[in-house]
Structure formats: structure tokens, C-alpha cells
């Protein structure tokens, strides 16, 4: 019994006397075993890190269990592609970015809760930082391609300013010139403080524009993580 992978996504070329069988692995969002013995599933080669895609390889032993081992491979399938293959969703330059509606049912989170949900993808996912017009406008296309009515950003205030969690200079690209009280944004208008950055769909006709808001509303979120 031999294996090879080879390429992006990597492929699993098995050889046995009766059959050659090749097989893209799928990539599953939950810990396997980091080796194993040929012909048994979860056989990782080594020199994969903890940032690599941990994959399921398939070389079965004999005819007899290719079948067995084929069910059992179409299961899995089925909980890879109900789980959610991957946490990145798009990439963008140096950042990748995950959309948290298309992984947990379209769940809503309070600020705190949002940017802990990104926390937990992994080392280096944080809220988003809009640093750029054309981020800004990569967001807005985002919510209006999905037809979200507005997301929770990475951004909050501290003192009289906003900060990234990137701890990029925060600059206001995409304030809205309206708000709950018709003034411009940030306004700080609720009560106890609007303390949190949401990117709003033309809740106050004002198009896809930046808000100030109090951080226990609960919307969804980006995450991004960046080299």
C-alpha cells in the first residue's frame, strides 16, 4: 500500500494489486489524529502544522473493506459539508475574512459576543478592521450580497477615539451623515454610551454606512485575520 498528496487541495492516490483509486480529501473543521497506519482512516502524514487544513485519508486494505470504508468516508463527507469545510469564506490581499451568518444558522451576537465568536476560529481572527475605502467597499458589497440589514465591526471607543482591533490608525472612511436623532455619525445618542462600530444597510436611508452603536444590540459579524 502506497500514498501520495500532491497539489491544492491535495489528492490521495492509493495503490493496491487490485484497484488504483484516487481521492480528494475533504477538509474538516475538527481535530484528527496526527498519525496512523496506512490503510486506516485519519492518516495524516507528518510535517503538517496546526494551521494546515487537517485532512481524512481513505486507503483501504483490501476489496473487502473499500466498501465499508466508503460508507463510512460518505458519512463524513455529509458532517464536512454540514459543519462548514473551511472558516475562511473569502480572501483579500493579505486578510481573509470569515461571514459568521453562513456558519452558525444565522445566530446574533451582542459586540463582546460577536468578537469572541471570532476569537474562537483560531489564532489571529479578530472583528474586522475597515482600514481602506476599498475594504470599506468590499464590506458594504458583502452585506449587500447576502442582504444583511447591518454587521458588528472589530471597532470600539476608547476615550474620545474608535480603535481597530488590528491597531491600524482608525479612520473614519464611511460615517453616515444621519442617525437615530438625524445627526451626523458617531453621535453617541443612546443611553450608557454607543461604544461599538456596526455597519449599517440604509436603516436611515442613508445607504451602507458606519454607525456608532450600543454594544449589546446583537447583529452578526466579519471576522478577519491577517498576515
Known amino acids: 500500500m502506497q500514498y501520495q498528496l500532491t497539489g491544492a487541495p491535495s489528492t490521495l492516490v492509493c495503490s493496491h494489486s487490485l484497484y488504483r483509486s484516487t481521492y480528494t480529501r475533504p477538509r474538516i473543521p475538527f481535530p484528527m489524529p496526527t498519525q496512523g497506519q496506512p ?11 496546526e494551521q494546515s487544513r487537517i485532512s481524512l485519508a481513505l486507503c483501504p486494505t483490501s476489496v473487502t473493506t473499500f466498501s465499508i470504508r466508503m460508507k463510512v468516508l460518505l458519512l ?32 446574533t451576537y451582542d ?12 489564532r489571529g481572527w479578530k472583528g474586522i478592521s475597515i482600514e481602506s475605502r476599498e475594504e470599506d467597499a468590499f464590506v458594504s458589497d458583502i452585506i449587500d450580497e447576502y442582504d444583511l440589514p447591518w454587521v458588528w465591526t472589530g471597532g470600539q471607543r476608547r476615550g474620545r477615539d474608535f480603535v481597530w482591533p488590528s491597531g ?4 473614519g472612511l464611511n460615517w453616515s451623515h444621519t442617525g437615530g436623532k438625524k445627526q451626523p455619525q458617531p453621535d453617541n445618542r443612546e443611553e450608557g454610551g454607543e461604544n461599538c462600530v456596526a455597519v449599517l444597510n440604509d436603516y436611515y436611508d442613508d445607504g451602507v454606512r458606519w454607525h456608532d452603536i450600543a454594544c449589546h444590540h446583537e447583529k452578526s459579524i466579519i471576522c478577519e485575520r491577517s498576515d
Open 39 to 49: 490503510g486506516s482512516l485519519g492518516k495524516v502524514p507528518r510535517g503538517w502544522d
Open 76 to 107: 463524513v463527507t455529509v458532517a464536512a459539508v454540514a459543519l462548514g469545510d473551511d472558516v475562511v469564506d473569502f480572501e483579500r490581499g493579505d486578510s481573509e475574512y470569515h461571514f459568521s451568518w453562513l456558519h452558525d444558522g444565522g445566530q
Open 111 to 122: 459586540w463582546q459576543g460577536a468578537n469572541s465568536y471570532c476569537s474562537r476560529l483560531g
Open 168 to 171: 491600524a490608525r482608525f479612520v
